[in-house]
Structures are given as structure tokens and as C-alpha cells.
């Protein structure tokens, strides 16, 4: 019997692109000129020094950020200025920074709020036995309330959530901050197999090694402009990049 | 001594405590409604007893004036305090929803004047009753309670429970929970907060109406009755523990039974100051509430 041996051809299908994106609060001007594309499929990172606007970036694609100027495009459709609740429904979800759980209510109603959208409630059953399955420690503290978690724990109800739509997209903002290094590494290897179950996904990061291990691509933001773009092979090859994030 | 000792334990007083859980119920019904707007909008609505006077006018007014039958008049009661609430926070609170918590106050403040000025323009200064009796039941040979309080307080309990049951079990009583611990995160969650609050507003609303529909049956309509009303049902809610529906709950009944209990030993003005001053001690050992949630 001969078996044909598939070869993986990369097809690009952009997913998510971000082009000139100019955002700020008030009179101060927080992101210059900001163009990232994601593909369909990949991992992307966005890395930078604190205070550089990886958040504000985040939150302008999920529509918490009003655009100065630019535009935010979502598989073709144009949503620079779709208001945040409309966002999720075309399949971005996002894993804000610090997380941000509804601290008073139990793990499973963080969950089902997730799944909150009337388009989204149907699947709530199959999607809860999903997140299930990747974080069997959330079945067990299934009635705990979320803010009386570890950490870690709140961190994978965070991502729990966010996966409960069913997204397109995952964004996240920097998951592993604030955790211990075996969490961390826990953080990284969901990360992986997030990946592998075909979620594309945009990451901000600030444990740089770790997250390009992980990533395909990453881009590096400092005081609002981007600095540098690549593989990440390129990136951990580059001599700036060893520097600056790498302590080399 | 032994005369108060007497008192204590004479059948009257037992009348009064039964009078005491009833009068309960309904500060319970009307606590809620303000809790619920207050936990998930964050704003105090100081004019929420006129709301519920607005409600008790309309029914009054279907009732007795063009001889609608009760309870459609009740409903439409309900439905129009409903619509009030979600006017309130449409043309008003929506537009200082982030402003500080004093303009929010004022502006409620404004419209509890508002709403006693159209009352008193539209109805006059009268007092108007229905003139509704159902008559007691009489538990004992001495003791007799009213059918009007029996009836409110069982739908008061009814309606309690499946608020209740609302928030803690349905996909939009969640929201409701959650939208009160981060707004801004639900909107990821795809909910149109904006919606969600004026949602809030309206059921407030529609429970200060309900709150009206139980007392147009015990008491006289005028402008002026949230003021009998208005301030207990806030000093309830800050005693419980302002937004904690629970807490609200149990002080709803720590201060109708004070307030009959003052009542029983002298006059029922004398409960009201016994429960006022319970309640500033109570402000200086726990300024949180009774019941307040640990943050
Ligand atoms: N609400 C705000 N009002 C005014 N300026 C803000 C606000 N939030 C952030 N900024 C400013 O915008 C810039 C970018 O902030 P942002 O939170 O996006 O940085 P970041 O890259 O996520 O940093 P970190 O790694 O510390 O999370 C910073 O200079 C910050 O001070
Ligand atoms: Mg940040």
C-alpha cells in the first residue's frame, strides 16, 4: 500500500488586519501609525517594554478604544468602530489584562457568561464541556467563587470564558503575568495546544522567550510605534531583540 | 415591672409582632426594587418613593375616576412605573452615568420634586383612599389581622422569591449580577450594558409599581406619600448593606418590628424614632450596612 505523504502548504488567509491605527486618551496619543495582520491559523505576538501600548492595542481591536484614525478589518469586514458587544459576536474574544473575572460569582457562571450572546447560548453546553476538558481543575471548583481562585486558577477561568463563544480569534493580554514559573509554563503549553486545535490567536507577552517558543510571528512596540516585525526565529536571532528582551 | 412584664406577654403584644412581620414584607418589596438599581447602576434613585407614589396616583386614578376594574388598573400601574424607571434613566441618569455620585444625587433629588409638583398640578393636595375594606381574619378570639396586609405580604414574599430566582437562575439575572462586578468587561461578553441598564431601570420601576399597587390598598394617596415612604425604604437598603439584596431583606424586618414595637409600648411615632436611632447607632459600629459584602 502506497500512502501518500500530505505536505503542509501554508496558505495565508488574513484574518484580522490593523492598518495605520492611530489611538490615545484624550490629548495623549498612545499608538502611531499601527499595522499588524494576523493569518488564519497562527500565532502572533506582541511584545514591549511597559507603558508601550500593547493594551491600548488590544482594546481597540475589541472596541473598548475609540480609534483616532485608521482601520481594524475582521476577516474583510471593516469594524473599526463596532461598539465591543457586537465585536465578539463576529469571533474575536479577549482575555483582558489582570482578567477580570466577575469576582462575587461562581466559576460557571464566569463560564456561561461567556456564552452570554443569544447566538452564542445554544452551543453553551458543548462549549462548557470543552473548556472543561482543557482545564478539568475548573470542573472541580465549578461552584467556587471566581475571586477566592489562585491565580492560575482565575487565569484558565479567564481563558475559559473567552473560549466559551466559540471564538475565531483569541486575544490575550499578558496571561502568564503575576503567576509562578510552573503556572507560567502551564500558561504556555495551553497556549500550544489552543494553537493546535486551529484558534488563531494574538498574545501580548511580556516573558518574551517563552511566548516566541510559541508563536509563529511576533511584533515589537515601544512608546506607541512599532519597532521591529518577524518570525520568530528571526526575532530570537536577532541581535537588538537578545538584547533588549532576551537579557543575552 | 410586672406591669411591663404583663405587657410582654399579653396577646396585643403578639398582634403587634405578627403586624410587625407584615409591615415587613412590604419594606422588603420596596427595599428591593432601589437595591437592585442601586447594585447594578450604582446610582441612588432618591426619588424612588415618588415613583412608586406616581404608581399608586395611576391606579387611583383608573380605579376610581373612570371604573376600571382593580386589577387592570394594578397592572397598568405596574407597567407605567416600569415605563417611569426606564425614563429615568434615559433622560436622566444615563447622561451623568459617569459623572460624581453628588450630580447623580441631585438630579434624582430634582426629580422627586419633579414628580410631587406634577402630582400635586394634575391631582390637587387632597388625600384620596379607595375606600377598599377585605375585612380581618381573626387568627384568635383576640387576635385579628387585616386581609389587605395578609394579601400584600404574601405577594411581597412571592414577588422576593422570584426576583430572586431570576438572578440567581436565568442567563439575564446573571447578567445582572455580573454587569454590577464589571461593566466594561461585559460589554465583551456581548452585552450592550447601555440596554442592560435601562432593562434595570424598567423592572425598578415596575417593582416601586408593584410597591404602590400593595399600598394603595393601606393608605391615602397624596403628593407627599413618598416621604412617608422614601426615606425608610433608603435607610433599609443602607442598613442591609446598599445593593446587597439579602441584607436589605433581613433589615426590612429588624425595622418594621422596631417600628410596631415603638408603637405598641407608646405612639407609632415613637417606633419611627426607635428605629431612626437604631439605626444611627448602627451607622457608627457598622457604616458599611448590617450585611455588607466584604470587597
Ligand atoms: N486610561 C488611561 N488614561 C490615560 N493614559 C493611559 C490610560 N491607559 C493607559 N494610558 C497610557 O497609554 C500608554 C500605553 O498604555 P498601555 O496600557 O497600552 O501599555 P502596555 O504596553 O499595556 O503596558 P504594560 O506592559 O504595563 O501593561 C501608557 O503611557 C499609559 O500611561
Ligand atoms: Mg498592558
Known amino acids: ?248 | 415591672m410586672a406591669e411591663f412584664l404583663d405587657s410582654l406577654f399579653s396577646i396585643f403584644f403578639i398582634e403587634t409582632l405578627m403586624n410587625g412581620l407584615l409591615l415587613g414584607g412590604i419594606l422588603a418589596l420596596l427595599s428591593v426594587g432601589l437595591n437592585l438599581i442601586f447594585g447594578v447602576i450604582d446610582v441612588v434613585w432618591i426619588c424612588y418613593a415618588e415613583i412608586i407614589m406616581v404608581g399608586m396616583y395611576l391606579i387611583f386614578y383608573l380605579n376610581n375616576d373612570l371604573g376600571v376594574h382593580i386589577i387592570p388598573s394594578m397592572i397598568a400601574g405596574i407597567l407605567f412605573s416600569g415605563l417611569v424607571g426606564w425614563l429615568t434613566h434615559k433622560i436622566v441618569i444615563a447622561r451623568l452615568i459617569d459623572a460624581a455620585p453628588i450630580n447623580q444625587l441631585i438630579a434624582t433629588g430634582g426629580l422627586l420634586f419633579f414628580f410631587q409638583g406634577a402630582a400635586m398640578i394634575v391631582f390637587g393636595i387632597e388625600f384620596r383612599n379607595m375606600g377598599v375594606s377585605l375585612g380581618s381574619l381573626a387568627v384568635s378570639e383576640d387576635i385579628y389581622l387585616s386581609w389587605t396586609r395578609l394579601i400584600s405580604f404574601a405577594i411581597s414574599g412571592l414577588i422576593v422569591v422570584a426576583l430572586y430566582l431570576f438572578l440567581s437562575r436565568s442567563y439575564l439575572g446573571a447578567a445582572i449580577r455580573a454587569i454590577s462586578q464589571d461593566k466594561e468587561i461585559m460589554s465583551l461578553m456581548g452585552v450592550d450594558t447601555k440596554k442592560l441598564y435601562l432593562l434595570t431601570s424598567a423592572i425598578g420601576g415596575a417593582l416601586a409599581g408593584l410597591g404602590g399597587c400593595l399600598l394603595v390598598l393601606q393608605y391615602d394617596v397624596h403628593p407627599f406619600i413618598g416621604l412617608s415612604f422614601g426615606p425608610i425604604t433608603f435607610i433599609i437598603c443602607v442598613m442591609g448593606g446598599l445593593g446587597n439584596m439579602v441584607g436589605g431583606f433581613i433589615a426590612a424586618f429588624i425595622f418594621s418590628e422596631l417600628i410596631t414595637i415603638g408603637g405598641y409600648f407608646a405612639e407609632i411615632e415613637w417606633g419611627y424614632v426607635l428605629a431612626f436611632v437604631f439605626f444611627i447607632i448602627m451607622m457608627f459600629i457598622r457604616p458599611e450596612g448590617l450585611f455588607a459584602r466584604k470587597s
Not at chain 1, 457586537?86 to 456564552?115: C, Q, T, W, Y
Not at chain 1, 502551564?186 to 517558543?213: A, P
Not at chain 1, 508563536?215 to 521591529?228: N, P, Q
Open chain 1, 1 to 248: 500500500m502506497k500512502y501518500l505523504k500530505l505536505q503542509k502548504v501554508k496558505v495565508k488567509i488574513a484574518m484580522l488586519n490593523v492598518t495605520n491605527l492611530n489611538v490615545g486618551y484624550g490629548s495623549f496619543q498612545a499608538l502611531f501609525n499601527i499595522d499588524i495582520d494576523v493569518n488564519a491559523g497562527e500565532a502572533v505576538a506582541v511584545i514591549g517594554p511597559n507603558g508601550a501600548g500593547k493594551t491600548t492595542l488590544m482594546r481597540a481591536i475589541s472596541g473598548l478604544m475609540p480609534v483616532k484614525s485608521g482601520t481594524i478589518n475582521m476577516e474583510g469586514t471593516d469594524v473599526t468602530k463596532t461598539p465591543a458587544h457586537d465585536i465578539v459576536k463576529l469571533g474575536i474574544a479577549h482575555v483582558p489584562e489582570h482578567r477580570r473575572l466577575f469576582p462575587r460569582m461562581s466559576v460557571e457562571d464566569n463560564l456561561r457568561m461567556g456564552s452570554y450572546a443569544p447566538q452564542f447560548r445554544a452551543n453553551y453546553h458543548k462549549r462548557l464541556d470543552f473548556v472543561y476538558s482543557l482545564f478539568p481543575r475548573m470542573q472541580e471548583r465549578r461552584n467556587q467563587l471566581a475571586g477566592t481562585m489562585s491565580g492560575g486558577e482565575q487565569q484558565m477561568c479567564a481563558i475559559g470564558r473567552a473560549l466559551m463563544s466559540d471564538p475565531k480569534i483569541l486575544l490575550m493580554d499578558e496571561p502568564s503575568a503575576g503567576l509562578a514559573p510552573v503556572i507560567v509554563q502551564q500558561v504556555f503549553d495551553l497556549i500550544n495546544k489552543i494553537k493546535s486545535e486551529g484558534l488563531t490567536v494574538l498574545i501580548v507577552e511580556q516573558n518574551v522567550k517563552q511566548v516566541l517558543k510559541v508563536v509563529d510571528r511576533a511584533y515589537i512596540i515601544e512608546a506607541g510605534s512599532l519597532k521591529m516585525g518577524g518570525t520568530s526565529s528571526e526575532l530570537l536571532g536577532s541581535s537588538e531583540v537578545q538584547k533588549a528582551y532576551l537579557g543575552m
